[in-house]
């Protein structure tokens, strides 16, 4: 744990410097329920969590940008110049803060001086809760505080959305930036991933926590996997056009698609959708009743969601099925399930503050013996998003 007087003494001691930095802060993720629906045009229900990337800068008088990661400390700093900013494999997780540097530029924004920026990021690796986005919207949120560019906020998460997608080069939905740019402490957003459209639900936990659970496996399968079941669906929308003028499985209730399931030629697309579709409709339940501070029901989804992802979407895999699994018999537990893309990363459990100590003992026997290693455990807090922190905040 570092301290932000920590953290500016470090940034001084790496650039040689006796300014004092600003600091900003942008959270990592979770979604609470309504996975693999983003890019089905369903909605998604995410909320920024209390880990996350820390982005320290001055502004300098030339060009320069130099990176620095805590993270990465044995690649030391990372330079380059404000007119050369196009992806280079060689400047390594810089890339991130480039991308956004570069596509603010390019929307106008007059940035036209360099930077030394130190970042540090406490989201565990390879957990799923979505580090890059975290450390464009930390870049989005210091560059538009040192230069005074008063960007909107769903702009600026666009934009780390296009860095994603155009300068790295991976497929995804705006979910993670949108979470990221547009978190409130102690809810969750409801987000329409075709619109944008969003309501925030409050997250009455009296008495409970949220337990992140890493399976400490990386999701190497994630991607191939991925793509098939984007493939998956977008098959299975296709044959439901013939009869249904629809323009994604999200505008589908489920009675709508038990009536038309048929149309869909293969068992296996059939399966996906359904997943898609009664997720989405899980989703909006899931608004309804936190709204009405029913933490119970919530939970029941929860569960639910995850046999889902289990048997229709079949992402989940040993290491997320046996935390789910074991989750559900301990007491105290209202509800849980695997969270992001699958196949690894992490899980979310709902529990009674004081079965917490007891929760985690069991729970990783049961990993421990099933898997043969170590599940982590974290306490999630639910904070806002990214912004700039005073000096008594501490990372």
């Not at 996975?35 to 502004?59: C, M, Q, R």
């Not at 505008?251 to 068992?267: N, S, V, Y």
Request: charge should be negative; hydrophobic fraction near 40%; glycine fraction near 10%.
């Amino acid at each position: 744990m570092s301290t932000l007087t920590d953290l500016i003494h470090q940034f001084q001691t790496v650039f040689e410097t006796e300014a004092t930095p600003r600091t900003f802060f942008a959270p990592g993720r979770i979604n609470l329920i309504g996975e693999h629906t983003d890019y089905n045009g369903g909605h998604v229900f995410p909320a920024s969590i209390s880990y996350g990337t820390y982005a320290l800068g001055v502004k300098r008088d030339d060009q320069k940008l130099r990176f620095y990661s805590m993270n990465f400390s044995e690649i030391g700093i990372i330079e380059c110049d404000l007119a050369s900013l196009e992806f280079k494999d060689s400047d390594n997780w810089a890339n991130y803060p480039k991308g956004m540097l570069l596509y603010m530029k390019q929307a106008g924004f007059a940035i036209n001086q360099g930077a030394d920026i130190l970042y540090f990021g406490n989201i565990p690796n390879g957990a799923g809760l979505s580090s890059s986005a975290s450390i464009e919207l930390a870049t989005g949120v210091l560059l538009d505080g040192l230069f005074n560019l008063n960007v909107e906020r769903i702009p600026m998460v666009q934009l780390g959305q296009k860095v994603e997608n155009q300068y790295i080069g991976v497929n995804s939905g705006i979910m993670d930036q949108f979470a990221i740019g547009m978190g409130k402490k102690d809810h969750g957003i409801l987000l329409d991933c075709q619109t944008l459209q969003y309501e925030y639900a409050p997250l009455q936990m009296d008495g409970h926590v949220i337990i992140i659970i890493n399976t400490n496996k990386r999701r190497t399968l994630a991607g191939s996997k991925y793509n098939e079941r984007r493939a998956q669906c977008e098959q299975a929308l296709q044959d439901l056009q013939q009869q249904l003028s629809i323009t994604s499985l999200g505008e589908l209730a489920p009675e709508q698609f038990e009536e038309h399931k048929h149309l869909i030629a293969d068992e296996i697309n059939q399966k996906r959708a359904k997943h898609a579709v009664y997720e989405n409709a899980r989703t909006l339940a899931a608004l309804e009743k936190l709204q009405q501070g029913d933490l119970q029901a919530f939970g029941q989804l929860m569960n639910q969601s995850h046999l889902s992802l289990r048997d229709d979407y079949e992402v989940t895999g040993l290491e997320l099925d046996t935390i789910a699994q074991a989750a559900w018999e301990q007491e105290g537990v209202v509800g849980a399930r695997m969270t992001g893309a699958g196949f690894g990363g992490c899980a979310i459990a709902i529990v009674e503050k004081d079965k917490v100590e007891v929760f985690q003992q069991n729970v990783d026997q049961i990993y421990r013996e099933t898997v043969g290693y170590d599940a982590t455990f974290y306490v999630a807090t639910i904070g806002d998003g990214a912004k700039e922190l005073s000096e008594e905040a501490s990372a």
